[in-house]
């Protein structure tokens, strides 16, 4: 299987993953990382449950994985997650070691891989990642627009029924 084929694999898997955000109520981001051509963690966000800043997707992936490999160095492996990683989610890329990310739906606001900054491929820090954006970049936007449409939807029925 090519390169581009295995991402769009992966990729996937990391939109179910923020399927299964989404279904709690939480902001639909899913995050996978593959280790040798095998998924050795998935995850989703769970900020709103857990009301905890740090349970982004990529962060829990990189704790589960870091479990499966018995190291903080992730060497050989590959983060997919479904939107671009945030400042601090970029920084545990580096710290650990990720050697290639892949990301689907920018984030204008908040994106510190390309959007932002571009921290990933700093050369001022002592590692940097291969970046590969825009894998099913539709399907991943298409997840968090309609998130975030149903929300205003129903506040303004909220708003409609207090009046």
Same mark, same amino acid.
């Given at each position: 299987?090519?390169?581009a084929?295995?991402?769009?694999?992966?990729?996937?898997?990391a939109?179910?993953?923020? &399927?299964?955000?989404? &279904?709690?109520?939480?902001v639909?981001?899913?995050?996978?990382?593959?280790?040798?051509?095998?998924?050795?963690a $998935?995850?989703?966000?769970? $900020?709103? !449950?857990?009301?905890?800043a740090?349970t982004?997707?990529e962060?829990s992936?990189?704790q589960?994985?870091?479990?499966? /490999?018995g !190291?903080?160095?992730?060497?050989?492996?590959t983060?997919?997650?479904t939107?671009?990683?945030?400042?601090m989610?970029?920084?545990?890329?580096l710290? !650990?070691r990720?050697?290639?990310v892949?990301y689907?739906?920018?984030?204008?606001?908040?994106g510190?891989?390309?959007?932002l900054?571009?921290?990933?491929?700093?050369s001022r820090f002592?590692h940097?990642?291969?970046v590969t954006?825009g894998?099913?970049?539709?399907?991943?936007?298409?997840? /968090?627009?309609?998130?975030?449409?149903?929300?205003?939807?129903?506040k303004?029925?909220? &708003?409609? $029924?207090?009046?």
């Open positions: 299987m090519s390169t084929e295995n991402d769009i694999k992966y990729m996937n898997l939109i179910e993953e923020a &399927k299964k955000a989404e &279904k709690l109520g939480e639909p981001i899913g995050a996978i990382i593959v280790h040798k051509d095998e998924v050795i $998935r995850a989703y966000n769970l $900020r709103e !449950s857990t009301q905890n740090t982004h997707a962060l992936a990189i589960k994985a870091c479990a499966v /490999l !190291s903080w160095r992730l060497e050989d492996t983060l997919y997650v939107l671009e990683p945030c400042p989610c970029a920084g545990a890329i710290q !650990s990720i050697p290639r892949v689907g739906a920018q984030d204008p606001k908040g510190c891989v390309h959007s900054y571009e921290l990933l491929n700093d002592n940097e990642a291969d954006e894998i099913l970049r539709e399907e991943c936007g298409q997840l /968090l627009t309609n998130f975030f449409r149903a929300i205003r939807e129903r303004k029925a909220e &708003k409609n $029924r207090a009046e």
